[in-house]
C-alpha cells in the first residue's frame, strides 16, 4: 500500500479483499477502519480523504491478512456487539451473533412476573443472559456454562456492564442448580450435527460449543427433558436450535408436556428458536 493512502481508498482495497471471505466485505472493511483508528462509521464518511499515518496501515495490514486467513474479526477484534451491548470475546467461547438476538427479543415479549427468574444455560459470553438483564432490571438472572474459561468471561462482561442483576455460575446444565425454579428457561446450545459440512466455517470457534450428537438434538433433547424441574407453574422453555431442526425440537417440547409451542424464522427466513409453556 502506498504512503499516502486514505481511508476511503483503504477501505475500497480492503473490500475487494475481503470479498473473497465474506459475504459482508463492505462491513468488514469499514468495522477493520473503525477498530484500528478508534472511531465510529460517521467519522469514516465525514473524513474519506483522510490519510492512514504508517503506523495505522501496518495495524491494518496486520489486521486484514489475518482476516484473510478466515480468522473472526470478532476474535481479533478481542469484543464484539449484540443487543446495543459491547461484549468481550475469546475463542473459548461462540461468537454472540444477530439470529440469537430473536431469543432475546422472543424472552422480553413473553407474559412473565414483574421479578421473574430466568435461567441461560450455556451462557457462553452471557451475551442471552445480559441482554436480558439489562433490559429488564427487575429480573433476576442465572446464566450457567460447562466450561470455566466462558464462565469467567462471561463474569468479566457482566461487572464491566455494571449488570447486578445477573449471577455467573459454574454448571454442567442443572447439575448446580438444584432445588431452583424459574419463569424462564433459556439456551442456545450446540445443535450443529458433527458430520455437517458447514463446520469447515466455523474451525476457529469452540467445537464444543457447536456440536452435539444425535444429528445435533443430543443437548437439545436433554435441556427439555430436565426443564420441567426447573420451572415454576406456567414457566417458559425457549431454545436456539438448527434450521431444519423445528419440527424435532417441537416434537421434544410436546412430548415433555409443554404447550403454546411456536416456532419462529431469523433474519434470514430459517427456523431459529423454538419454545412452549409447561402446565402442570
Given at each position: 500500500m502506498s504512503a499516502a493512502l486514505t481511508l476511503a481508498?483503504?477501505?475500497k482495497q480492503a473490500q475487494l479483499q475481503l470479498a473473497a471471505v465474506s459475504q459482508t466485505a463492505d462491513i468488514e472493511a469499514r468495522l477493520c477502519l473503525c477498530h484500528v483508528l478508534n472511531v465510529s462509521s460517521s467519522y469514516l464518511y465525514s473524513y474519506p480523504e483522510r490519510e492512514l499515518t504508517t503506523t495505522e496501515?501496518?495495524?491494518?495490514?496486520?489486521?486484514?491478512?489475518?482476516?484473510?486467513?478466515?480468522?473472526?474479526?470478532?476474535?481479533?477484534f478481542g469484543h464484539w456487539?449484540?443487543?446495543?451491548?459491547?461484549?468481550?470475546?475469546s475463542p473459548s467461547t461462540l461468537i454472540p451473533r444477530p439470529d440469537?438476538?430473536?431469543l432475546v427479543e422472543q424472552a422480553l415479549s413473553l407474559p412473565l412476573p414483574a421479578k421473574a427468574k430466568v435461567l441461560d444455560l450455556g451462557t457462553g459470553t452471557g451475551a442471552i443472559a445480559l441482554a436480558l438483564a439489562h433490559n429488564k432490571p427487575?429480573?433476576?438472572?442465572?446464566?450457567?456454562?460447562?466450561?470455566?474459561?466462558?464462565?469467567?468471561?462471561?463474569?468479566?462482561?457482566?461487572?464491566?456492564?455494571?449488570?447486578?442483576?445477573?449471577?455467573?455460575?459454574?454448571?454442567?446444565?442443572?447439575?448446580?442448580?438444584?432445588?431452583?425454579?424459574?419463569?424462564?428457561?433459556?439456551?442456545?446450545?450446540?445443535?450443529?450435527?458433527?458430520?455437517?459440512?458447514?463446520?469447515?466455517?466455523?474451525?476457529?470457534?469452540?467445537i464444543t460449543a457447536l456440536t452435539a450428537a444425535e444429528s445435533g438434538l443430543a443437548d437439545i433433547r436433554h435441556i427439555v427433558q430436565q426443564a420441567p424441574q426447573y420451572l415454576q407453574t406456567n414457566g417458559?422453555?425457549?431454545?436456539?436450535?438448527?434450521?431444519?431442526?423445528?419440527?424435532?425440537?417441537r416434537q421434544l417440547l410436546q412430548h415433555s408436556g409443554f404447550s403454546q409451542i411456536q416456532s419462529q424464522r431469523d433474519y434470514g427466513g430459517n427456523w431459529r428458536i423454538?419454545?412452549?409453556c409447561y402446565l402442570f
Open positions: 481508498h483503504w477501505q496501515q501496518a495495524a491494518l495490514s496486520t489486521l486484514l491478512t489475518a482476516r484473510l486467513q478466515g480468522q473472526p474479526l470478532a476474535y481479533l456487539h449484540f443487543f446495543d451491548l459491547q461484549l468481550e470475546v440469537t438476538e430473536l427487575q429480573w433476576q438472572l442465572t446464566a450457567v456454562d460447562y466450561i470455566r474459561e466462558a464462565v469467567q468471561l462471561a463474569e468479566r462482561n457482566r461487572q464491566r456492564l455494571n449488570i447486578n442483576n445477573c449471577t455467573v455460575l459454574h454448571s454442567n446444565w442443572f447439575a448446580a442448580l438444584a432445588g431452583q425454579c424459574f419463569d424462564l428457561i433459556v439456551s442456545n446450545p450446540p445443535y450443529i450435527d458433527p458430520d455437517d459440512s458447514h463446520l469447515s466455517a466455523l474451525r476457529y470457534e469452540p417458559w422453555l425457549y431454545l436456539e436450535h438448527g434450521y431444519d431442526q423445528a419440527d424435532a425440537v423454538s419454545g412452549g
